[in-house]
Structure formats: structure tokens, C-alpha cells
């Protein structure tokens, strides 16, 4: 049986039997070595910079990785969803920011016990009805809970204040709430994923920074000012400059499509891909791969064209997705073959992630471990 897979350092064109024949696929592929430099370089850049680093774990959503980055010197880890907090609070993680709004009876009884478990909990906020929600449990448990209230820093309109005044005058009112203690102040640069370049992402990063600080100017009190996205993270020197005091990438971990189109990475910083298997070529300019829809995102978001880019092989385009069928546009006159395998980087590497129970740790280019992904479909 040939193979596509092509050399993560050096793709070529040379065919060569599969080297991982062990491997049913779809497969989830980790470059453990990729994942550590990436690691490392983040928690440098935050050392540098004089910034707390408290990486997103919706990404990866493995306590494997989570248990890496805190001993690499993150403060903490920010998780998405009460499932995943307890996911990483049964692992022993200490110290755990839900980026997320607590609503309703059922999520409170959740939040609850996670705050009786992890000594450093924190909840954020953008709302009064959220604040009074953790306010009673903070009043029941004798104790004021930690919060963030999130600013809409950058416009990206999805959760958050406006900047200055307005969010200012929020926090005003959740410090009268008894049970809470406000503490920090966060953004989400999501406007970045739409930047047209470097220097538009260099701005963002900036006004991210810059519209916590003016809030908490404002606001008084001593208040973390935490901003967070990858491709933001690349200037966090200039977002400290500007105040920030606390950063939340969470995709450079992995990376993918969307962060290379960016500038946030390039090929070699990308740890994850699906390897899949060619199962049908049913005319010259088609091939039909064991990935669909259940396997990749049928997000496009905004890496481009197509649904992945094949390693090492640009001439093809992976045009369609149906739940178990990928579709790939081909030259008529590549010799791509029924059982050839094929490297796809993702678009969007967090649902993909999301997609799959395990991934396959490679060292070397060769299985070292199977990594549970342990946090998948804790989107509760």
C-alpha cells in the first residue's frame, strides 16, 4: 500500500510505504516535540513580558497537556465550560478560569461543588444576573468568589462591556453584590481572526490591552487586566506595555490552517493533523478520503478556501465535506491511488479536537502514546 504521508520538517514528493501501518484512520496525529517547542515559546513570551500565562484548554482539553503547561509556569488554565472544569478539577488543577456565564439552577448546583474542590476558582461575568447568581453561592458558602467581568475591548461584539465608562460602571455595581470579590477584568480579541495583516493584529492586540487598562483606571482597585487569542499573543510584549497583566491564548498549542494564514505560525508549528485514507477515486479530477464532516470541521472560518490543506501537497484541494466522506478536487493526472493516506491540516483545530476520543502521540514519527482527549463533549 503507498502512502501520502509526507515528513512534517521536510515534505517531498517520493512516495514510500505507509510508515504508521498500526494506525487505522482517521487518526488524530500529535507531534509531541511540535507541542512542546510551542509550549515552551508561549511561556517564554509571557516570562519575557512580564504577563501571567493562562492558557485556554478548549483547545486541547487533555489534563496531559493542561498538568505541561502549569509546569512550564502558567499560573493557571482557562477552560470553557463547566464540563471541562471538571474535568481539569478531578485531575488536581488548582487553579481554573471559566471564560464562560454561569445561567440557571443546574449550572450553580455544578459551580458550587467546583468551588468547595479548587482552592483558586474564578467565574467571569458580563452580566448582573450572572454576578448575583455566583453572589448567592458566594453568600451560602460563606466566602466571596473570585470574578471577572468581561470588556468588549476590541468591538468583536459576541460577550463584554464597552470599554471605559460603561464597563467601569458594571463593575461598580458587582462590587456591591455580597459573596463575589472582583478581581479582574478580561477581553477576547476575536476581531483578530478578521485582521487583514500583521499590523492590524498588532493593533488589536494593543487596544485589547489598552481598553482593560482605561476600564480599570476608571474602576479603581487593583484589577488583573487579562486578554487573550493567539494571534494577539504573538505582541504580548506590546500588550503588557499598554497594561495587560494576564494572557489566555489557547490554539498555539497545536495550531492550524487559520493561525498559518494569520502569521501565528508557520508549517512546522503545526502540531496536529488527520491522517486519512484515500477510498475511492471515481473519476480523474476526484478522490474520496475517510474524513468528513465527523472527523473535520465543516468550519471554514477563515482559513481560506476548502475544508484543510494536504501536507505536501498543494495541487490538492479538499473541496467538500459529507459526515463520513471527504471530497478532494485532484489534477487529472495525479496518480493518487484507492488506499494512498493523506496528512490534513485542519482549519479550525479546537472542534476537530473536539471530534475525537484520543490522539496518537508521535516522537520521531513514530507512536509514542495514545493521549485521551478527556474533556471531549463536556460542552455543559
Known sequence: MASRLKSRRSPTSDRARSPLPELDTPAWLCDLDV?????RRMQARANTAGVRLRPHAKTHKSVRFARRQV???A????????GEAEVMAAAGIDDILLA??????????????LLVRVPRFTCAVDSLEVASGISALGVALGRRVPVYLEVDSTDSRRLGFAPGQIAAGMAARIRELPGVALTGLMAHA?????AADQAQIRELAVREAAGLAETAQIAGGSLQRSVGSTPTATYMDLAARAGATEARPGTYIFNDRTEMRLGACGLDDVAVSILATVVSRPAPDRAVIDAGSKTLTSDTFLAGTGFGEVRGEPALRLVRLSEEHGVME???????????????????????INLTDELVGLRDGRPEARIPVDGRGRVR
Open 35 to 39: 507541542v512542546e517547542s510551542n509550549l
Open 71 to 73: 509546569e512550564l509556569g
Open 75 to 82: 499560573a493557571g488554565i482557562t477552560v470553557a465550560k463547566l
Open 100 to 113: 464562560y456565564p454561569v445561567v440557571g439552577p443546574l449550572k450553580l448546583a455544578r459551580l458550587r461543588e
Open 190 to 194: 476575536g476581531a483578530a481572526y478578521g
Open 330 to 352: 485532484v489534477p487529472a493526472d495525479c496518480d493518487l491511488a484507492v488506499g494512498d493516506r493523506v496528512e490534513i491540516i485542519p482549519n479550525h483545530v479546537c472542534p476537530c
